[in-house]
């Protein structure tokens, strides 16, 4: 016969690690989800002044497309450096310097680089 406590401890294991993985789930969504807001807002990123991005309307030229993120970006780290301060790899980038100069704060990059990361 099996006991109700060795039925629960071997269950509880497994719900209680799908709870947590789902939790990481949709704080990765929520985050993606907010980074694509801010980078598509015109008073916030307004990335889409210059780049091609995703489904934006009307998208700008003077930056690259933003595709294959994570092929031409496999440190993601060197990816937010870009929006951070675009000067540091380029110093006649015209590329606003979304941290340096404060336009973004630090929780909306993480955002953004979660989302164009997606891309
Ligand atoms: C005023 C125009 C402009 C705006 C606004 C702008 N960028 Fe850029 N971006 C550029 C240009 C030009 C480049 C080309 C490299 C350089 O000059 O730094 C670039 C390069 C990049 C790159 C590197 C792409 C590659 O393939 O090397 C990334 C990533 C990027 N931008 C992300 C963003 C994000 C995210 C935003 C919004 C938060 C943004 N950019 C806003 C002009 C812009």
């Known amino acids: 016969m ?3 406590t060795a039925v629960i401890a071997f269950l509880a294991p497994i719900i209680m690690f799908g ?10 969504e929520a985050m993606i989800e907010k980074g694509k807001e801010v980078a598509f807002d015109r008073k916030k990123g307004n990335c889409l002044a210059c780049h091609m991005i995703d ?11 933003l595709i294959s993120m994570k092929a031409r970006f496999p440190d993601k780290a060197k990816l ?38 997606t891309l």
């Open 80 to 117: 937010r450096a870009q929006i951070y301060n675009p000067l540091e790899r380029n110093p006649n980038s015209f590329m606003p310097p979304f941290g340096l100069h404060n336009i973004l704060s630090d929780g909306d990059i993480d955002a953004i680089v979660e989302y164009i990361y």
């Open 55 to 65: 489904d934006g309307s009307l998208p700008g030229n003077q930056g690259p497309p």
């Open 2 to 4: 099996i006991r109700k």
């Open 19 to 28: 709870s947590v993985l789902s939790g990481v789930a949709t704080a990765d």
